[in-house]
């Protein structure tokens, strides 16, 4: 039987992964965990977070993943580690290849990032980047009223127009030819984003990136899925069952096997 690649995040934005998994490794199978209960991790406390990413990662390992890749920002800046000392198969975040791929993008040397405001207080994007490129100029926002939008499925709007023009109000003056999309929810967004940020600006999202570090790995330990019939994907959330479906067939452009999952919700702080 084939083994499946475990995928989570805090709620529906790590379908944008998916959907570049899709796209490069059809013949993958994907187990997926929106975490939409207890969204957003971005004001939650490291340890809460850490410890709804454990709680994650251990449900998904009844399905027996050849990898498991935490598509959620906060959750890599928080976890990523801690999730490899744990199992024993590749686990792989979505900060390092959102940064290689700015890196390669930038011609002036000026990324802007923007994610939740986890991620942007771990400063996970800025050494991610400098790491690469010392010389590198990060200049970082956090938008905390994005991922709420996206969980609502509020995609295009008048409020989202204008949600996203105070949001980035101070990077639109930044001399930037890069901006990071650094939280997977965000590339839902990403059509009043460009028009916000101006054609100058291109938007980076890790998702590509993300997928090809998983092709890479899964092809140089040999277990890249093989043969002709197309997987069946199994999805999983720990929130309202309809709005996550009615968002992955809007984003996946598909219906999906979907088991709600109930969590404890404790309140964020």
Partial sequence: MQQPIAVLDSGVGGL??????????????VIYFGDTARTPYGPRPSREVLHFTREIVDYLLQFRPKMIVIACNTATAVALEDIRSRV???VIGVINPGARAAIKRTKTG???VIGTQGTINSGAYEHALKELSPHVHVISEACPAFVPLVERGNFRSNETYETVLSSLGRLRKAP???LILGCTHYPFLSDTIAEVMGDHVELISSAEETARDI?????DQRKLA????????QF???GDPAIFKQITLQWLGEQIELTPVVWQVPQIG
């Fill in 88 to 90: 024993n198969v590749p």
């Fill in 226 to 233: 093989r043969g002709d019939q197309l997987p069946v994907h």
């Fill in 16 to 29: 944008t992964v998916v959907k570049e998994m899709m796209r490069q490794l059809p013949r993958e199978k």
């Fill in 176 to 178: 930037m030819d890069c």
């Fill in 236 to 238: 999983f959330c720990s």
């Fill in 215 to 219: 092709s890479t790995i899964l092809h």
């Fill in 110 to 112: 000026v990324i802007g």
